[in-house]
């Protein structure tokens, strides 16, 4: 009798944990009050944890976080997320087209993030996840990209970073391309690096004479067989006003063409 009460016992064990253990998805509605914690703030009722998907959508109410949170894939459009000195990490794939996020750090990991629209970025972040891409938004304080593409990376362009921009990109012949046919705004430093075969573009495409302008000092430096290429149609014209740093190294290449 003892045996198959402790089987039972731990077969609902195992039950509880499985089920714990499954995704889910939760939307903001804000219900109750501004609290990220408050579980019927969300649809359905709960908090999101780590192996969830949090989508925020239109609107312009703020939510709270009260710690630090992680949690798999992040959707917002709308909203204003305040991370109250706390940091949100966001471990598979995410879309940021709108709202607002601001006070405190953002990290992204996993496979891809997409920035694009009205995405208005006012906190520290940085960018491990594979796929990063560029496709509108503002960027109000420092970008770090650090990251080894498994694929080609193709940004639209029409983002602008008010902050530092870093990027260290690595990866075997793939391409990450940071602006397309619409430029980007560079209001600060940027600090660019390409090792082990990977290969940065900036204006890729047509688009009329306006080139991108950097407004802070930029450092180009291109590593090991990696290339960092600034290309265009004929007529474009890249502003540099300030000092631009370019390093070759092995038999990598920094291009103008």
């Not at 629209?117 to 109000?140: C, R």
């Amino acid at each position: 009798m003892k045996h198959i009460l402790l089987l039972i016992l731990n077969c609902s064990f195992l039950i509880f944990n499985s089920s714990s253990a499954f995704a889910d998805a939760y939307t903001w509605t804000g219900t109750t009050n501004k609290s990220w914690n408050t579980s019927t703030n969300w649809s359905p009722n709960g908090v999101p944890t780590t192996a969830d998907t949090v989508t925020l959508g239109s609107g312009t109410d703020t939510i709270n976080l009260s710690n630090n949170v992680n949690i798999t894939n992040l959707i917002q459009s709308g909203r204003r997320l305040n991370l109250a000195g706390y940091s949100l990490t966001c471990n598979g794939t995410s879309a940021i087209s709108g709202g607002v996020i601001y006070n405190g750090i953002l990290l992204f990991s996993g496979t891809q993030v997409t920035f694009s629209s009205t995405a208005d970025i006012q906190v520290k972040t940085t960018i491990t996840a594979s796929i990063p891409l560029f496709n509108g938004g503002t960027f109000a304080d420092s970008v770090i990209v650090n990251t080894t593409f498994t694929a080609s990376v193709l940004s639209a362009g029409g983002t602008t970073f008010n902050g530092p921009l870093k990027i260290d990109a690595k990866g075997g012949l793939f391409t990450f391309r940071i602006e397309g046919n619409t430029r980007n705004i560079y209001q600060s430093n940027a600090n660019i690096t390409a090792t082990i075969g990977g290969r940065i573009i900036f204006e890729h495409g047509s688009r009329g004479t306006t080139g991108s302008t950097f407004n802070g000092t930029v450092s180009l430096t291109a590593k090991d067989t990696a290339y960092i290429l600034h290309r265009g149609a004929t007529g474009i014209t890249t502003t540099y006003t300030k000092k631009l740093t370019v390093v070759n190294q092995d038999s990598a290449q920094v291009l103008f063409s």
